[in-house]
């Protein structure tokens, strides 16, 4: 039987073997716990503690900004030393609390309260959710409320589960499936009773045999969950390309998984909805990978939001001997994560590993004139032209662009990844794609601006009339 | 704080093959024909094919120091050109003939236009067919002293099957490359060991080369002579097989999207059948590859992929 899988995509060097065998353990330590109030996509919370107030695990101290925005909630217990903006992993400052913690990590009342969410309804579900602040924590950081709320709850013909972890070095999630998989399948379960007509698959990419094998005996009796061997290809996580190779389905750009019938949940987002759902407890902690041949200690490790990336380096282990500082660091995998010119910035909740490399690969390897080798064309999972791509974004013609596709782009790397000229193709589209979207709220606003103008000019000539009606 | 650390957007990987690796991946493949020429047209063979390529690589460098600019050389991608060029060239052809070829390829069709990546004819058959303007004579001279082929007897194969000649070369002959031609393009054998290399090693994709072959193929069993030996006779002479794996394949010159790759293909296989029924010269595979490559721009905005999801939109 052929594996599941899409069309294109890349084999890079996976790394799993780092730190797949590596169980997760917990850490915790004092110190300065730092809470941006935007963690990932949607409008940035609102603080509601101040300065000086004494907070505990699991109290909120911000809230949701807006419709598609999250609570945030405080990892440890202690005192709001300062709301001010720090830096994040992004490289740009955000508005955060920061919050010092007392060594106890006293909880609020109530935390891992078992509940039987069975007799629950689907609005207390979505509000307990909402209330633990859960975004998907597989990358992107969206409200998980905001997803779980489609306009057609009926069409939901399937509720995928991302195992893949196609992102290399990553392990996270797979230990997680092999340690807390009862949480994950439970999650779903959670899920799945909100969409009736939804069947559950768990997508796992077939490099990761024990953990398919474990999610398939736990779903051994949910006749309605089905686990999935997908091929492992990069990027099989990526959601357009995860619901095409689970369900053979195509969604763009503009459209949501919902219009194909899907909604996909990373899989540690499935298991901190069972612990906010059935546990009582919000999102405050996150398991991460700490991995790259510059560690001394590769491990998986359960840390409180907020925790330093630097801090959690050294507690682990820190550099090899004889490794004074890294080639590089990131926060998350190689082909999507970031790379930090700061380790001292707070875990958040899309946070998924800390990476330190001996070598920078991309500095490394000097760009070339590209030659027309086709090799982008073929890795492109959204069948993209990236070569033509540049040319266009060389030239800054948003236009032509636009024209190539350019905002289909997810941004996956696989061509600068795969280009033997070594072009950073994947950046310029990044820049491309926010020029372009400026454009267009630009374009947007001004045909508001327009349409009002051009409402209230016919507003005052209605008027006008009507005085030169009553004047007679 | 103070320390700059390498930062850069992602991804962090890069993939080991770069331009240079697949260029050498390419001179490789090019070696079982390159050897094979030497054993059959001696040691002049080898000596044409070093200062070419010597001269396109010199070419390359002397410009781009006297232009200011960065050299590349270390990229290979003068080599392949080189070899190339030299493996088109006949046997008895005075040194001279291709390596002034290697200028032309290299300042005139390649760095005029910009450097790798930017030509739009691929250098080394643009530089052939200079070279066949300029030296008929010289050019379409077959015979060769080692091996006794002189002027009469050194017609290619190909030239003998216009006149409706199949018999005096075995198609065993054929394939292990005991006939007069160019250099490279006679020993079939060699020259498909290559190509499987560069497809197996996915240097390139069997895309273009294949629809080539089929292409011409049908070609010739609809306006040739009706007979499989025929058709077999026709694809492994006349360096059709040297054009499909080595030059039709060139990455600059050939169109990136894939379903333009295959309609390269099916143009190159019809223009090689139009150019070897219908005018007799040995050089149909160069002019269908060189009149193809001005064709790449307009195959291309017309075979642009549906991107993910967009179908039927
Ligand atoms: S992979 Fe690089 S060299 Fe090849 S076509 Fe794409 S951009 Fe050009
Ligand atoms: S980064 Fe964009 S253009 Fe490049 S392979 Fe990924 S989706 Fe295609």
């Excluded at chain 1, 901190?272 to 491990?299: F, N």
């Excluded at chain 2, 739009?120 to 001279?141: H, K, V, Y």
Aim: aromatic share 8%; proline share 5%.
């Amino acid at each position: 039987m052929s594996l599941s899988t899409f069309k294109g995509g890349t084999h890079p060097y996976e790394g799993k073997e780092l730190s797949e065998d590596k169980a997760i353990r917990e850490l915790s330590f004092d110190g300065d716990y730092v809470f941006p109030m935007s963690q990932g996509i949607g409008a940035p919370a609102k603080p509601v503690v101040n300065v000086g107030d004494h907070v505990l695990a699991g109290q909120k101290i911000a809230e949701a900004g807006g419709f598609v925005s999250a609570n945030v909630i405080s990892s440890v217990s202690g005192t709001v030393k300062i709301i001010q903006p720090r830096m994040t992993t992004g490289g740009v400052a955000v508005n955060s609390v920061v919050v010092t913690s007392d060594g106890l990590f006293e909880t609020i009342e109530g935390i891992g309260t078992e509940r039987d969410w069975t007799c629950l309804d689907k609005e207390t579900i979505v509000g307990i959710i909402k209330d633990a602040g859960i975004v998907g924590i597989g990358g992107a950081g969206f409200p998980t409320h905001v997803k779980l709320m489609p306009k057609n709850p009926d069409a939901i013909e399937f509720f995928i589960a991302n195992g893949s972890e196609c992102e290399p070095m990553l392990t996270s999630d797979y230990r997680l499936m092999l340690e807390e998989g009862e949480k994950i399948v439970e999650g779903l379960k959670i899920c799945m009773s909100m969409f009736p007509q939804a069947k559950g698959i768990i997508g796992i990419e077939n490099n990761k045999p024990k953990a398919i094998e474990h999610m398939k005996e736990l779903c051994a009796h949910e006749p309605n969950i089905e686990v999935k061997e997908l091929l492992t290809k990069y990027p099989e996580g990526g959601e357009r390309q995860l619901i095409n190779a689970c369900t053979g389905r195509f969604i763009n750009s503009s459209m949501l998984p919902a219009d194909a019938g899907c909604i996909v949940d990373n899989v540690a987002t499935l298991a901190a909805i069972y612990d906010a759902v059935a546990l009582s407890t919000p999102l405050m902690q996150k398991v991460i990978t700490v991995s790259g041949d510059a560690v001394k200690e590769t491990a998986n490790v359960k840390v409180r939001l907020g925790s330093s990336y630097k801090r959690i380096l050294d507690e682990v282990g820190g550099l090899k001997e004889g490794i004074e500082d890294a080639g590089k660091y990131l926060c998350g995998g190689p082909m999507m994560g970031q790379a930090l010119f700061d380790l001292d910035v707070p875990v958040t909740k899309p946070s998924s590993a800390i990476c330190a490399f001996i070598h920078d690969e991309v500095s490394e390897n000097p760009t070339t004139a590209c030659i027309r080798c086709g090799r982008c064309v073929d890795v492109c999972p959204e069948f993209l032209v990236p070569a033509l791509m540049q040319k266009a974004a060389a030239k800054h013609d948003l236009e032509k662009f636009e024209e190539l596709n350019g905002m289909e782009c997810m941004e996956c790397g696989s061509c600068s990844y795969i280009c033997p000229a070594r072009r950073p193709l994947t950046q310029s589209f990044k820049e491309m794609r926010k020029l372009v979207a400026a454009q267009r709220k630009i374009k947007a606003e001004e045909r508001k601006l327009r349409e009002q103008q051009a409402a209230a000019a016919a507003a005052a000539a209605k008027e006008a009339e009507e005085k030169k009606e009553d004047n007679k | 704080m103070a320390n700059l650390r390498n930062v850069s957007s992602s991804p962090h990987f890069r993939n080991k093959t770069d331009t240079k690796s697949l260029m050498l991946d390419v001179i490789l493949a090019m070696i079982p024909a390159t050897a094979f020429s030497v054993y059959h047209f001696g040691i002049s063979a080898l000596l044409i094919i070093v200062l070419t390529v010597l001269s396109c690589v010199a070419s390359e460098y002397i410009w781009e120091k006297l232009m200011h600019k960065p050299i590349t050389v270390m990229d290979l991608s003068a080599v392949v050109t080189g070899m190339i060029l030299a493996l088109n060239m006949p046997p008895e052809i005075p040194v001279w003939i291709p390596m002034l070829g290697g200028v032309f390829a290299i300042i005139v069709v390649k760095q005029l236009y910009g450097g790798i990546g930017q030509n739009f004819m691929n250098p080394a058959l643009a530089a052939r067919c200079f070279l066949l303007i300029s030296f008929a004579g010289l050019m379409n001279n077959f015979s060769s002293a080692k091996i006794g082929f002189d002027a009469l007897t050194g017609a290619t194969p190909l030239a003998m099957a216009r006149t409706g000649d199949i018999t005096s070369y075995s198609l065993f002959q054929l394939f292990l490359g005991n006939i007069p031609g160019t250099l490279g393009e006679v020993s079939s054998f060699a020259l498909i060991i290559g190509g499987i290399y560069l497809i197996v090693c996915k240097v390139i994709s069997p895309r273009i080369p294949l629809t080539y072959l089929a292409t011409y193929a049908v070609f010739a069993f609809i306006f040739g002579q009706h007979r499989g030996t025929y058709i077999v006779y026709e694809i492994l002479s006349g360096g059709i097989l040297f054009g499909a794996f080595f030059m039709a394949t060139d990455y600059v010159t050939s169109p990136i999207t894939v379903k333009g790759q295959y309609v390269y293909g099916i143009l190159l296989g019809l223009l090689t059948g139009i150019f070897r029924c219908f005018g007799a010269s040995p050089e149909g595979v160069s002019y269908a590859i060189i009149l193809s490559n001005l064709f790449v721009p307009l195959i291309e905005k017309y075979t642009m992929p549906k991107a993910f999801g967009k179908e039927g939109k």
